[in-house]
T-cell receptor, first 115, second 114 residues
Framework: NAGVTQTPKFQVLKTGQSMTLQCAQD?????MSWYRQDPGMGLRLIHY???????DQGEVPNGYNVSRSTTEDFPLRLLSAAPSQTSVYFC??????????????FGPGTRLTVL | AQSVTQPDIHITVSEGASLELRCNYS??????LFWYVQSPGQGLQLLLK????DTLVQGIKGFEAEFKRSQSSFNLRKPSVHWSDAAEYFC????????????WGLGTSLAVNP
């Protein structure tokens, strides 16, 4: 198993550009989520999904869209990048639909800089 | 509301010394408790978790944690630290009633002196 994979590893955008961060898992996990990690602020949940076709907002969803057309993939779209979205983004998944009672498996992260 | 506090932002220990990282939570019922580790430039990895039963849980890499309901704590311990343990450590709490997301602490950064 590759586990949770994320692409790209690094990305630099200009303000106003859009892009999609890719996340895939090959463990047949139901629950997938996106976090951003910023110094001094820990991990903050952006969006999550409890199965294909089902998504919901986390703590900091503004400026981001997600979709879950398959169990394996959970892309995160930045609609119009802003410097405040400079961060490290992590995708995570867990086997059951519970995101709070099951072990989370994390991807290696995407480091995004918005100029 | 649920919350998780990791009182120590940064800790430095010498290699071979014992380690205790503190985690306090605020939650009414029995929580689901986790410790994750993040090595530099990496994603997070589960060290150990507590759901029920024995309050002393063993994890990977020689770590253990003890759930103390009376103190609302779930402190992480290791008897002898190795240089490779230098990393960021995160405590998290979840509950079956709100099963959509974990509540995360802000993390403790561990440095290990040779």
């Amino acid at each position: 198993n590759a586990g949770v994979t994320q692409t790209p590893k690094f990305q630099v955008l200009k303000t106003g550009q859009s892009m999609t961060l890719q996340c895939a898992q090959d463990m047949n996990h139901e629950y997938m989520s996106w976090y951003r990690q910023d110094p001094g602020m820990g991990l903050r949940l952006i969006h999550y999904s409890v199965g294909a076709g089902i998504t919901d907002q986390g703590e900091v969803p503004n400026g981001y869209n997600v979709s879950r057309s398959t169990t394996e993939d959970f892309p995160l779209r930045l609609l119009s990048a802003a410097p405040s979205q400079t961060s490290v983004y992590f995708c995570a998944s867990s086997f059951r639909t519970s995101g709070s009672t099951d072990t989370q498996y994390f991807g290696p992260g995407t480091r995004l800089t918005v100029l | 509301a649920q919350s998780v506090t990791q009182p120590d932002i940064h800790i430095t220990v010498s290699e071979g010394a014992s380690l205790e990282l503190r985690c306090n939570y605020s939650y009414g019922a029995t929580p689901y408790l986790f410790w994750y580790v993040q090595s530099p430039g990496q994603g997070l990895q589960l060290l150990l978790k507590y759901f029920s039963g024995d309050t002393l849980v063993q994890g990977i890499k020689g770590f253990e944690a003890e759930f103390k309901r009376s103190q609302s704590s779930f402190n992480l311990r290791k008897p002898s630290v190795h240089w490779s343990d230098a990393a960021e450590y995160f405590c998290a709490v979840g509950d079956a009633g709100n099963n959509r997301k974990l509540i995360w602490g802000l993390g403790t950064s561990l440095a290990v002196n040779p």
